[in-house]
């Protein structure tokens, strides 16, 4: 089943409305999924981004699928081959560092919610004349920060982003007191040593403090 950039655009909104921080999750061991995923969403943070960096990552989403609450997408999408491994995996959105004809084509035929990356305002544009106005920026921090993304807002005040990339507790509320910003993209509420040591209650404390930011 295909979908629009327009319908993209509005799934991709509805999920970043549903929390201020989407966690962007690079898990190593399929054991950890499920217990991450459920500490993660009863913190409040119910969108979780797996990223494809792993061997172990399209596993990963598997579990994650099933932990009730949970609503898991894949990212680091770079070919159309991630994005059909990405859905049999059970991804119910992607994400992509940035974006290509190729790899949206393929999304929009196979039906995959994108949340496309950019970085400048042409690409921002290029994503907007498609259809796509939910947008990830990235690499946020090394883009220029909330200052960055501050200036975007007048000119092309049509597009929400996710700012992903070097983003922190110290810097999450600048970028989401920005009125084109809908949330933000962050690693910090699942630290490796914390996954690794299995502290689910201290991850799913720091989600608590993340879904409590504005």
Known sequence: MSITPEAASIASEKLCRTAPVIPVLVVEEVAHARPLATALVA??????????????????????????????????????????????????????PGATDRLLDAAEEMGLPMLPGAATASEAMRLLERGYR??????????????????????????????????????ATDYLALPNTACVGGSWVAPKDKVVAGDWAGIEALAREAAALV
């Not at 932990?67 to 992509?96: C, M, N, Q, R």
């Open 43 to 96: 913190g409040g943070l119910p969108v979780l981004e797996v990223t494809l960096r792993t061997p172990a990552a399209l596993d990963v989403i598997r579990e994650m699928a099933l932990v009730a609450g949970g609503i898991v997408g894949a990212g680091t999408l770079l070919t159309p081959k991630d994005i059909e491994a990405a859905l049999e995996a059970g991804a119910t959105f992607g994400v992509s």
């Open 134 to 171: 939910v947008q990830k920026f990235f690499p946020a921090e090394s883009a220029g920060g909330a200052k960055a993304l501050k200036s975007l807002a007048s000119p092309i005040p049509q597009i929400l982003f996710c700012p992903t990339g070097g983003v922190t507790p110290g810097n």
